[in-house]
């Protein structure tokens, strides 16, 4: 997807979770933000968007509520970390959403010995819990990495919403 694809994706999710006064919150690291910026690049997302954290290290995850032992037993870099991401945003700021984005984008992490250069993992927790895992193609710069994994998580929060309104 283009950058203008995508931020017009967050734009229509953005006013979705307006329309609905669905709150959400995010937890990132890969990212670096990018998923809490593009949510609140709309006017009147402060009524929605309750917080957001970057969190590029373990230790900072943990600070943030993701239990080590999660770290500790499954790595960084997993579909588990994501989930417990995505919770502890959710419940710290008592939201309805909570996004968790982990991965390593173009390179090793040599802190890490999960790191598997393109490999991004994340989740969304609401009324469900939802995790994707996605290997990235070949980019010229961080920022297109971190474009794609945004247009992966719009995705999912595109559905995610389709299937809320379709249990009401």
């Not at 949510?39 to 917080?51: H, K, N, P, Q, R």
């Not at 994340?122 to 971190?146: D, H, N, P």
Request: net charge negative; glycine share 12%; aromatic share 8%.
């Amino acid at each position: 997807m283009k950058e203008q694809d995508i931020r017009q994706q967050y734009r229509r999710i953005t006013e979705t979770l307006i329309a609905g006064k669905i709150t959400i919150s995010t937890m990132e690291s890969c990212t670096g933000g990018l998923i809490a910026s593009l949510l609140t690049d709309t006017e009147g997302a402060s009524g929605i968007f309750s917080g957001g954290w970057v969190t590029y290290s373990n230790e900072a995850k943990i600070r943030a509520g993701v239990p080590e032992e999660i770290i500790e037993k499954y790595g960084v870099y997993s579909e588990e970390t994501a989930v417990a991401m995505a919770n502890a945003c959710k419940e710290c700021m008592d939201a309805k959403i909570g996004i968790g984005v982990t991965g390593s984008l173009g390179n090793v992490d040599p802190a890490n010995a999960d790191s598997v250069p393109g490999e991004v993992y994340f989740a969304l927790v609401g009324e469900r819990v939802y995790r994707e895992k996605i290997v990235l193609t070949q980019e010229g710069s961080r920022y297109a990495y971190k474009l794609q994994v945004a247009g992966a998580i719009g995705g999912m929060l595109d559905r995610y919403l389709v299937s809320m309104v379709d249990l009401n």
